[in-house]
C-alpha cells in the first residue's frame, strides 16, 4: 500500500492508500493517565508467597524482601510483556522526526493521534509502519518538510526513541506506551500492585524465584531455576 512518487519530495499522506479520513470526536486531558485500573491488593500477593514457602511469621523471608522482589517482578513482568502496564499521554512533540518518550517508558505501544498545538484537539490518526518499508520508498524522509504526522516507526534499538513522518512542525500528540511500574511503598491493605490483574500469577512466580534463590541452602538453585522457567513459560503461553 506504500508507493514512491518519482522521486520528488512526498507528503506523508501520499503513501497512504485506499484507507479514509477518520474523525476523532473524543477529547482527552493533557497528562499521563494509566490504561488500566489494577485491583489487586499488593499484601494478597505477598500472602500467597508466604504460604507456598511455609514462612506466614515472615522466619526466613521479612516483608522488606517481599516488597523488593515485588517491585522487581513488575518490571521483569512489564519488560517480557509491555501490555502489563500502560500509560497514555499528550506529549509535545520536537520539530523533525525523532522524538524521545517519557523518562518513565520502556517503549512505545502506539501513537494514537495529532493532537494539535494546544494538546487539545483530537486531529489526524497515526499509523505504525517500519523503517525498513519507509526507507525503501522514501531515503530522504528525516529531512522531508515538517507537519502534522501520518506515521510512526519505533526504534527497535533504541526503544525510548520513536519517529515520525512528516517530521513534526512541533505539535503535539497522544501516545500509549509501556511504563515503568510505579513502586509500591507497603503492603497496607487497599495498595494494589501497579501491572494488570491478569499478571499476579506471573509476578508470584518471580518472587518465589527470588525467595527460592535466597532459601537454597545448598547452593544448587534447582528450586530457584523451576520457579523461573514457570515464570518466563507464563509469559510466552
Known sequence: ?????GGSPVAATDFLVGVGEMTIVADLEVGTTPTFSASTDAVSVVERAEILCNDELNVRWPRSEWLKWLNDGQLEVT????RACTKRQVISLATGSK??????????SNFVRNMGADGLTPGKAVTKITQEIL?????????????????????????????????????????????????????????????KDEYVTNLLDYMLYR???????????TRATSFFQAFERGLVA
Open 1 to 5: 500500500v506504500y508507493k514512491q512518487l
Open 79 to 82: 519488560k517480557r510483556q509491555p
Open 99 to 108: 522524538q524521545t518518550l517519557p523518562v518513565n517508558a520502556i517503549a512505545i
Open 135 to 195: 526507507d525503501a520508498a522514501y531515503p530522504g524522509w528525516h529531512s522531508s518538510e515538517t507537519g502534522i504526522p501520518s506515521f510512526f516507526v519505533p526504534d527497535n534499538f533504541d526503544p525510548k526513541t520513536f519517529y515520525v513522518f512528516s517530521p513534526s512542525n512541533g505539535q503535539t500528540g497522544e501516545i500509549v506506551y509501556a511504563a515503568i511500574p510505579d513502586q509500591v511503598d507497603n503492603f497496607t491493605a487497599g495498595t494494589k500492585i501497579t501491572i
Open 211 to 221: 525467595a527460592a534463590l535466597k532459601g537454597d541452602e545448598n547452593g544448587n538453585g
